[in-house]
């Protein structure tokens, strides 16, 4: 059975009685219309690269369509974003890299997620560091020639499991806090295209917006 999508919440600023939002993929703004006596949402879609408009009787009315319709339809038509985060992830990545291509940049954010992870327990590991900077650099990955493919899908699931099981046993809400990563994620595209340091790692555009994680612990 198929379920519905559910977009993270919009984050909503007020100026003056005006109301701005940026999803990473619109832009909303949502101001008093005197002329016909009703609230104006304009957005602008970064994709499509135009501009809408509806009415509405209230400000919550107009943020309710924008929370409930608009981002959700934006998602599922530009992003191909589907049900599971896995498969949301996944997109994601496939929108970046199409074609899979330098693992020693995947491979060496492996290793400094891992030394953060350390960090966040008080400990740090400089040969960590060290392998992380060296497969950075590397235009093709030291393993390449003696992978076994098999093993390493093996543990890579393995270490799904498990950091999902220690995120369980610290008391963490994983499943929303991924969501809310995941959708963080989405936000560092600029006009829905991703933008890359030098390293070849996905920088952080200009409409990122942090994932806030504190109500997930």
Not at 6 to 20: C, G, P, Q, T, Y
Not at 155 to 167: K, M, P, R, S, W
């Amino acid at each position: 059975m198929n379920k519905t999508y559910k977009a993270r919440l919009i984050s909503w600023r007020e100026n003056k009685d005006v109301h701005f939002a940026n999803t990473g993929l619109s832009n909303y703004r949502i101001s008093y219309y005197e002329k016909e006596r009703c609230y104006r949402l304009t957005y602008y879609n970064f994709c499509e690269m135009n501009t809408g408009c509806k009415l509405f009787y209230s400000v919550d009315e107009a943020k309710e369509w924008a929370q409930d319709t608009h981002y959700p339809d934006q998602i599922k038509k530009y992003l191909h974003v589907e049900i599971s985060t896995i498969d949301s992830i996944t997109a994601w990545f496939k929108t970046i890299k199409p074609k899979p291509a330098n693992k020693s940049v995947q491979f060496g954010a492996m290793c400094e997620e891992f030394g953060e992870i350390l960090r966040a327990c008080g400990i740090r590991d400089e040969r960590l560091e060290q392998i992380r900077d060296k497969f950075y650099h590397a235009k093709r990955p030291p393993f390449e020639r003696t992978i076994d493919d098999v093993e390493l899908l093996d543990a890579i699931c393995d270490t799904i499991v498990t950091l999902v099981g220690f995120g369980y046993m610290m008391g963490y809400d994983v499943h929303g806090a991924l969501n809310e990563v995941n959708a963080s994620n989405w936000s560092k595209f600029e006009n829905g295209e991703p933008v890359f340091n030098e390293h070849g790692k996905i920088a952080k555009g200009e409409n990122y917006r942090p994932p806030e994680l504190e109500k997930f612990v």
